[in-house]
């Protein structure tokens, strides 16, 4: 009791002595941020990336380049890990492909789909299985498939990708 007393008589002396303060320092120029670090430093994502961290580098009509080794066909990537995928075509993505999913965890907040060269409408069925596993889903052409998961896996996130090769065309 005696402790409340003692902070309740010194509290306004405490806020006159902060108000002070606070004028006393109204004028003065905020300090330069320049010098201190570069804007290029804090969101260089491309060359800091960790060594177990999968990154597509590169795609063509039949496969894709992931941390500097070539794979031919579909791939299938849960957080850093990499799987060759069964459906070589648009129309073979079913529930059942994508399966994984219902027994994965932590379970990725979105899947990216790579359609291939074009974007394809999904079917309802498949968006309910993906929404059903409580994942979100981004369907994009393959191209940028490969691009938003290197960003959404750089920024720490729990992603997945699923990726027809760009040649795909339907």
């Known amino acids: 009791m005696v402790v409340r ?14 108000r002070k303060e606070a004028i006393s320092k109204q004028n003065q120029p905020l300090p330069s941020l320049r010098r201190a670090f570069s804007l290029y ?3 260089n994502l491309i060359d800091n ?11 063509d009509d039949t496969g894709f380049k992931v941390n500097g080794v ?5 791939l299938l990537c849960v957080g850093n890990l990499l799987m060759s995928w069964t459906p070589n ?13 219902q027994t994965v965890r932590p379970i990725p907040e979105i899947l ?7 974007i394809q409408p999904i079917d309802p069925q498949l968006r309910s299985f993906i929404r059903s596993t409580g994942m979100k889903l981004e369907a994009v052409d ?16 729990i ?12």
Request: proline residues 4%.
């Open 5 to 18: 007393q003692r902070a309740v008589a010194t509290l306004p002396t405490l806020l006159r002595a902060l």
């Open 41 to 43: 430093d804090q969101i």
């Open 49 to 59: 990336v960790p060594e177990d961290q999968l990154r597509f580098q590169e795609f």
């Open 70 to 74: 070539r794979y031919e066909g579909s």
């Open 89 to 101: 075509k648009f129309s073979e993505i079913t529930a059942e492909s994508l399966s994984i999913f």
């Open 112 to 118: 990216v789909l790579g359609c291939g060269r074009n």
């Open 142 to 157: 393959s191209r940028n498939a490969a691009s938003t998961y290197n960003v959404l896996n750089e920024e720490g996130r």
């Open 159 to 170: 992603v997945a990708a699923a990726l027809l090769p760009y040649g795909v065309t339907s």
